[in-house]
């Protein structure tokens, strides 16, 4: 299918970024990645050299997403068409590049408040990628480092800097009763095969954090059943155990950071394919299990 973009990077703002080391290293299985040219830690779960940048501030939430154009032209498309759609980027300087390992980046605001950058030629670490917490690895090649899950009130314009912009497909969309009159709305976007890189959930008020996860993708069913136990151990809340998305498919759990964003760990996720024509309602976010299991 057509692939131009994929997802390179996350920032994080927390008021201590050591608070997180042992949540992503000893319990998710990322690797410390390179810290940034302003020290910052960073975490990678592949060939890159960094994939979630934890900065030091009073956000307690992602502040910038890292969006890679796989060549010039790409870059160029892209910058296009969100100009096009209203959001013209703003060129980055010599030491935004620096900071962020990348050759090229210019950067916007999306409707949800995150600084979106699009960037070129991310750089790779210096070592490859090797977790003994995370064994089989994960699956990143061709379909960035995973996806994250953003909640706006912003939400429909939201959408239009996603698929008119960004250039993002929509995969199929969520419309679940939760209670009566109330409504949960979750569209998921792609582009590349995995089925979502984006996905964004009409929030009917402002929330304290619009980052509501960020997904890791395994190569080994067994990977999530280890990183469970891992998280299981520990005190952190458990919003949803493990059990089965209806929409993609993915066998996966999630766990709350100790920053109060949560993480899902997952496998097995359908694959978008060229004649892709499963853009649908669901009605359910799971076909089994993902109970809450534990407050935090
Ligand atoms: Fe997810």
Redesign the pocket.
Same mark, same amino acid.
């Given at each position: 299918m057509r692939h131009e973009i994929e997802l390179a990077y996350l920032g994080i703002e927390v008021p201590d970024p050591t608070d997180l080391t042992p949540f992503f290293g000893e319990v998710i299985g990322l690797e410390p990645g390179e810290p940034t040219g302003s020290g910052a830690p960073t975490w990678r779960n592949d060939a890159k050299s960094r994939r979630l940048v934890i900065e030091r501030g009073a956000a307690n939430d992602a502040t910038y997403l890292g969006i890679e154009a796989l060549d010039a032209a790409a870059f160029d498309q892209v910058s296009d068409r969100l100009a096009a759609a209203g959001f013209p980027l703003t060129p980055g300087t010599e030491d935004d590049r620096a900071e962020r390992g990348v050759a090229r980046l210019a950067r916007t605001v999306a409707p949800w408040g995150v600084s979106v950058e699009l960037v070129g030629g991310l750089e790779d670490a210096a070592t490859p990628f090797s977790s003994p917490l995370m064994p089989g690895g994960f699956l990143t090649e061709g379909v960035g480092f995973g &996806?994250v899950?953003f909640a706006t009130t912003a939400f429909d314009e939201s959408h239009a800097f996603v698929v008119d912009g960004l250039g993002l497909a929509q995969s199929d969309w969520l419309e679940m009763e939760l209670a009566p009159g109330i409504v949960l709305e979750v569209r998921f976007y792609h582009c590349n095969e995995r089925h979502h890189t984006l996905?964004l959930a009409r929030a009917p008020f402002d929330l304290p954090q619009v980052l509501h &996860?960020v997904?890791f993708e395994t190569k080994d069913r067994d990977d999530v059943g280890a990183a469970f136990d891992r998280a299981w151990a520990t005190d952190l809340g458990i919003p949803n155990g493990l059990g089965r998305h209806d929409n993609d498919g993915?066998f996966?759990f999630y766990v709350a950071s100790p920053a109060g964003f949560q993480v899902?760990v997952?496998f097995g996720a359908r694959v978008i394919t060229d004649d892709w024509d499963d853009n649908r309602r669901y009605d359910r976010i799971s076909s089994w299990g993902h109970q809450p299991l534990r407050q935090p």
């Open positions: &996806h899950v996905a &996860h997904m993915t996966s899902e997952g």
